[in-house]
Nanobody
Framework: QVQLVESGGGLVQAGGSLRLSCAAS????????MGWFRQAPGKEREFVAA????????RYADSVEGRFTINRDNARNTLYLQMNNLQPEDTAIYYC???????????WGQGTQVTVSS
């Protein structure tokens, strides 16, 4: 099994930045991709960004393209999400997720709260 633990959330003013981290442990060699999702109050969980662990171009939601950057440190089994120019609409619980080849994102962290004040 794989365990994911997020950190780095917090309260920031609009225009500010935060960096989220996701530490993976367990059978990480079985993973093919990792990503970030978020869920705002009263809304469904939505995709934010994802990256293949073997390399390749990252994917982003249109709403964060150009402001957020996803990257990974395979040696540390850690995934990051650098979030710049944060806006109040980015307020949500951010979840780290992982998938195995041919599967969906089925492994989830506990989430970390990001709050952006106007």
């Amino acid at each position: 099994q794989v365990q994911l633990v997020e950190s780095g959330g917090g309260l920031v003013q609009a225009g500010g930045s935060l960096r989220l981290s996701c530490a993976a442990s367990g059978r990480t060699f079985s993973l093919s991709a990792m990503g970030w999702f978020r869920q705002a109050p009263g809304k469904e969980r939505e995709f934010v960004a994802a990256v293949l662990l073997t390399g390749g171009r990252a994917r982003y939601a249109d709403s964060v393209e150009g402001r957020f950057t996803i990257n990974r440190d395979n040696a540390r089994n850690t995934l990051y999400l650098q979030m710049n120019n944060l806006q109040p609409e980015d307020t949500a619980i951010y979840y780290c997720a992982a998938k195995t080849p041919g599967g969906d994102f089925r492994v989830w962290g506990q989430g970390t709260q990001v709050t952006v004040s106007s």
